[in-house]
């Protein structure tokens, strides 16, 4: 038996209110199997049944355009509906239950050539390298490998960081000429990454705990919402 392919995308998107995958992001989708999990927030005294039946004949059509043009791009995909008072909850279940170990919040793009890679103390280089390689196989892209200390007695390990990021992607294929590193310093890395990230179109972070539900529903979703940033790619722990 083969094994399973190590990076698989949970994408959550609210099936009432979702807009179609734009190219750009279709593109970074394309090499790496994903599940499309469209769900509808229903009130706690309504049983997901009772919404299924109110609901699916116009939520399903949503989250199947989202599965077929993926897939019409060269994706794997596959997709789940879920009808639920709890939006953390059905996000934390989905990733286990669908063994997913990337969290992407979406964002339209329509053309990717820039990719800023925010690389963390606690984060796996060796990993976070992969599944960046694995998102930039099908496209040249510019990539920056940033690392924000909050003091310069950070610079030395945020180089040595970022410079194992970087060997780790040119040793994968990828064209030295095109991989770049940042060290800056900043008392509020997430602002920080965040400012870098609207000048770039897609963000890949690394998250060293097996849960990504904080990512779904805490400051950096809220923050991204209010931004001009493109597509973020969470990368979670080890499936293992």
Known sequence: ??????????????????????????ELLAPIPAVVVGYHVSPEQT???????QFEARARPAVDEMVAAAIEAGGTVE???????????TIDRMTTEADCNVLLL??????????????RGEVNADRLAD??????????LEITIL??????????????????????????????AAVHESVVVDPSPLAKIL?????????IVGESGRSLRSF?????SERIANRSVGPVFVVGGDRG
């Open 106 to 119: 979406p964002k339209p793009v329509d053309d990717v050539e820039r990719l800023l890679v925010a690389v």
């Open 47 to 53: 049983s997901p049944e009772q919404a299924r039946s």
């Open 79 to 89: 997709s789940r509906l879920v009808f639920t008072p709890s939006e953390r909850k």
């Open 131 to 140: 599944f960046v390689a694995t998102v930039a196989a099908n496209g040249d």
């Open 195 to 203: 400012a870098e990230a609207e000048a770039h179109d897609a963000l």
């Open 147 to 176: 690392h924000v200390a909050r003091s310069d007695g950070g610079r030395d390990d945020g180089t040595r960081l970022t410079g194992a990021v970087a060997s780790a992607l040119v040793e994968s294929g990828l064209d030295p």
């Open 216 to 220: 779904a529903f805490g400051p950096l």
């Open 1 to 26: 038996m083969s094994d399973p392919p190590p990076w698989k995308v949970l994408l959550p998107v609210r099936a009432l209110e979702s807009e179609p995958l734009t190219p750009g992001l279709l």
